[in-house]
């Protein structure tokens, strides 16, 4: 394993400090992706900065109904969080059907925002890739493509993106706060994330900063929802299609409704369009299909994962059945 | 230029742990795994190596009374915690009695995965938000492979173990 030099900051601004001047110098808080990716030689940082020690680890419900989640508290933590676990439980579904109890021990909210994707030839230092080296091309393409995204795509990257924790929060609605040497910014989830387009290796908006807290939008109320993941196997994998539903009913007409999607596409999806044709509808299979077939009108299939359009409309359809359910069990 | 608690590649990082209830400082480089420090430096060869990669859990330990896997945690990131590995289970002669549960069930075959294993099934079982039917249980457990194939005789062994330990029967799911 490569070498690299280590500090522990004890506040935000010795981490900012001990990161300036080192481009390739990363962060470490829960190293899930980051340990992995380094023994993998695929991420070289000259420097790692302990930031465990950082108070960013408290849960806060603010006046407006929000909660701010410091970027420490662990996947676990928060799944677990009994104002998670009552206003926000598509949150709380999506964390843990990720990873294992151990990752989500270790794994925190600011890390999985920043979670590398899982595309094998991203993880192979030998492979061409534009994400990890640009200008390199995209052994995807041509290659063994059965995991890539059908959404989202570009001619030099097809690279999933592989949080179901982000999916949720498309849902939910969130804003990160960064903190950089010239201050804290926010920056909605929704734009934090960038498509691949040309430049696959740029894969979200932050700066010389570091992500301090994520604060969720006020709850929907009342409100029906459901993460349904389809996968390799029952648990412990990730995605090859999966849907957040969020759904509140009004008799039984659809009010509100979010509908994101993960393992199909190259960052967090959400689908307006298939929201906007819900809207007013009844809640039934006729209307989740067609929300379905419009959510995926544009995916584009490689030679190797078609599969995933049907799988992903199966996905969408019982997310939506399952919201809707949800709700009217809430209700009663 | 170096300051306090910056450390040079080549530098060597003193780290003082709690290792099965006992204190413990050891010097380590920047980018040593807990795991390989464990086995390599302190002698404890009962947490596994598997796939390196925390995919098979075989190297699985707490980390603060939490399960985690030890090849994706740096040492230095240990300050000052308190680590317990399968040697830190057993009291003097006694087993714990999901160790003790392991044997009673025959929960493994080449016992390769068996400390991993033991050591996600004591943090499930202290853990009062992870549920007791079945369907939780192997959830729960998901991060520990077993390329035997004892699937089977773990869950029994873990569910023994929850009425050996709190006297409550896992629902039947």
């Keep these: 394993m490569r070498p690299f030099a280590f500090a522990r900051a004890d506040s935000v601004e010795r981490a900012l400090e001990c990161r300036r001047g080192e481009p390739t110098g990363a962060f470490v808080a829960g190293g899930t992706t980051l340990l992995d990716l380094v023994k993998l030689d695929v991420m070289r940082p000259a420097r790692v900065i302990d930031i465990n020690a950082l108070p960013l680890k408290d849960v806060e419900r603010l006046h407006d109904d929000r909660l701010r989640i410091g970027a420490l508290v662990t996947n676990t933590d928060l799944a677990y969080h009994p104002d998670v676990l009552a206003d926000h439980p598509l949150l709380s579904q999506a964390i843990l059907a990720g990873a294992s109890s151990q990752v989500r021990n270790m794994a925190t909210v600011g890390g999985n925002l920043m979670q590398r994707t899982r595309c094998p030839y991203f993880r192979d230092p030998t492979a061409a890739c534009n994400k990890r080296e640009p200008g390199s091309g995209c052994d995807a393409l041509t290659g063994v493509n059965r995991m890539h995204a059908v959404l989202g795509g570009s001619d030099r990257c097809v690279a999933v993106h592989p949080s179901d924790m982000c999916v949720a929060l498309a849902a939910i609605g969130a804003t990160l706060s960064l903190q950089g040497p010239n201050g804290e910014r926010e920056v909605d989830v929704a734009d934090f994330h960038r498509l691949p387009g040309a430049t696959p290796h740029l894969e979200h908006e932050l700066g010389d900063e570091l992500i301090v807290a994520v604060t969720l939008a006020p709850p929907l109320k009342p409100l029906g929802a459901a993460y349904v993941k389809l996968r390799d196997r029952a648990s412990y994998e990730f995605a090859l299609a999966s849907a957040g539903a969020m759904l509140s009913l009004d008799e039984d007409l659809i009010g509100e409704q979010r509908l994101p999607l993960g393992g199909v596409a190259t960052k967090p999806w959400r689908c307006h369009a298939a929201e906007a044709l819900l809207a007013g509808k009844r809640a039934d299979t006729a209307a989740f299909e067609e929300a379905a077939d419009l959510a995926l009108a544009d995916a584009a299939p490689l030679a190797h994962n078609a599969f995933k359009i049907p799988l992903a409309r199966q996905a969408i359809v019982r997310a939506l059945r399952d919201a809707a359910r949800a709700h009217r069990e809430d209700d009663t | ?173």
């Design chain 2, 1 to 173: 230029m170096l300051e306090t608690h910056d450390h040079s590649p080549e530098a060597t990082v003193p780290v003082r742990l709690t290792l099965n209830g006992a204190p413990v400082t050891v010097e380590v480089a920047p980018n040593a795994i807990l795991l390989d420090v464990l086995r390599e430096r302190l002698g404890l060869t009962g947490t596994k190596k598997g796939c390196d990669h925390g995919q098979c859990g075989a190297c699985t330990v707490h980390v603060d009374g939490r399960a985690m896997n030890a090849c994706l945690r740096l040492a230095v990131m240990c300050e000052g915690q308190a680590i317990t590995t399968i040697e830190g289970l057993a009291e003097g002669d006694r087993l714990h009695p999901v160790q003790q549960a392991f044997l009673d069930h025959d929960a493994f075959q080449c016992g390769y995965c068996s400390p991993g294993q033991i050591m996600s099934a004591v943090a499930l079982l202290e853990d009062p938000r992870v549920a007791g039917d079945v369907c939780t249980v192997r959830e729960a457990m998901s991060g520990n492979l077993c390329r035997c194939g004892a699937y089977q005789n773990i869950l029994a062994a873990i569910q023994d173990a929850r009425l050996r330990l709190h006297g409550q029967e896992g629902d039947e799911a």
